[in-house]
């Protein structure tokens, strides 16, 4: 059985190395459980394991693309065809992450690997990136003047 980076090494920046090879060892366990040792489970349980890993996949393959000079060889739909459209919903994303409560806790939620990436496109999230904007973008901190007198005073 592989496991871990044996299955996906990914660039240390997105944080998912440990967390992908700790859901890839539930995913064996599961199988182990519920197939027990014998014909057929090294099979289902790798499938399983890859399952386990692919949000993490793709969020990180989608993103390393990006990269200027970037050469890529892959037939991943999910990965090839996100195009300029791609990029531009995800850079969507990320700005209303930034003013709209529902979308920013769905792509840390997203990004920490607790919920599947199919959660980006729950009613709630598509509403939210359809409503106008009610809170303008920051353009620094949102301090308050008590913490900003704390930081002067340290600073």
Do not use: K
């Not at 973008?137 to 704390?150: N, Q």
């Amino acid at each position: 059985m592989a496991l871990g980076d044996a299955v996906a090494a990914f660039n240390p920046v997105y944080g998912h190395g440990m967390s992908t090879a700790a859901r890839g060892a539930l995913a064996l366990d599961a199988n182990l459980r519920r197939l027990g040792p014998g014909p057929g489970l090294a099979p289902a349980a790798q499938r399983a394991v890859v399952a386990a890993v692919d949000d993490a996949w793709v969020l990180a393959t989608q993103q390393d693309i990006c990269y200027p000079e970037c050469r890529y060889d892959v037939v991943d739909p999910r990965i090839v065809n996100r195009g300029a459209s791609g990029r531009n919903l995800m850079d969507l994303v990320g700005l209303a992450a930034l003013r709209e409560p529902v979308v920013s806790a769905a792509t840390i939620r997203v990004n920490t690997l607790s919920a599947p990436l199919t959660s980006l496109e729950g009613a709630d999230v598509v509403a939210a990136l359809r409503r106008p904007a009610d809170r303008p973008l920051l353009t620094g901190p949102p301090l308050t003047d008590e913490e900003r007198a704390i930081l002067a005073a340290h600073g």
